[in-house]
């Protein structure tokens, strides 16, 4: 109804392994620290090839990683990889957090993955991005961490 002025948030949708791809692609072009609440489905048996190839192009492009998921065997198996793998991975117990989808903070952007039904989106927007680096500081610092 109105037509506020000002800067206005950029949103991308994309869908399949293609259109997941395309986000990986706008996170490795960012040169800073990648920030990510992820999910064991970015380790599960069909998204395996997807995860194991955007690991290997982020060590490649020595982009760090500092990551918050849920106490998992396949984060565990992650987390043991950490150093080799330019990560940082912190762990919350199930009750605490739980997830289906990855959100991912870098520069202004952020981005949402849902690997099960394979689409995501990418948000451009200063405000939320800041929002969503003291969501994950918050998370980080919070006591709770296992590992």
């Known amino acids: ?3 506020v002025s000002g800067q206005k948030p950029s949103v991308f949708y994309y869908e ?23 999910t064991p489905r970015f380790l599960s ?10 690991i290997a192009r982020r060590r490649a492009s020595n982009k760090r990683v500092r990551v918050i998921g849920q106490l998992s065997p396949e984060m565990l198996e992650l987390k043991k990889r950490d150093k080799e ?8 117990p199930f009750e ?3 997830s289906e989808v990855e959100i991912g903070i870098y520069g ?9 039904k394979l689409f995501g989106f990418i948000v451009e927007d200063g405000d939320f991005a800041d929002t969503m ?7 980080w610092n919070s ?5």
């Open 45 to 54: 048996i069909e998204n395996q090839k997807l995860g194991r190839e955007f």
């Open 133 to 139: 680096k003291k969501i994950f500081d918050l998370a």
């Open 85 to 92: 793998e330019l990560r940082e991975t912190r762990l919350l």
């Open 96 to 98: 605490i957090f739980s």
């Open 16 to 38: 399949g392994i293609y259109g997941i791809n395309q986000i990986n692609d706008d996170v490795l072009r960012y040169q800073g620290e990648l920030l990510a609440f992820t």
């Open 1 to 3: 109804i109105y037509n």
């Open 143 to 147: 006591g709770k961490i296992i590992g």
């Open 108 to 116: 202004n952007r952020l981005f949402v993955v849902n690997y099960k």
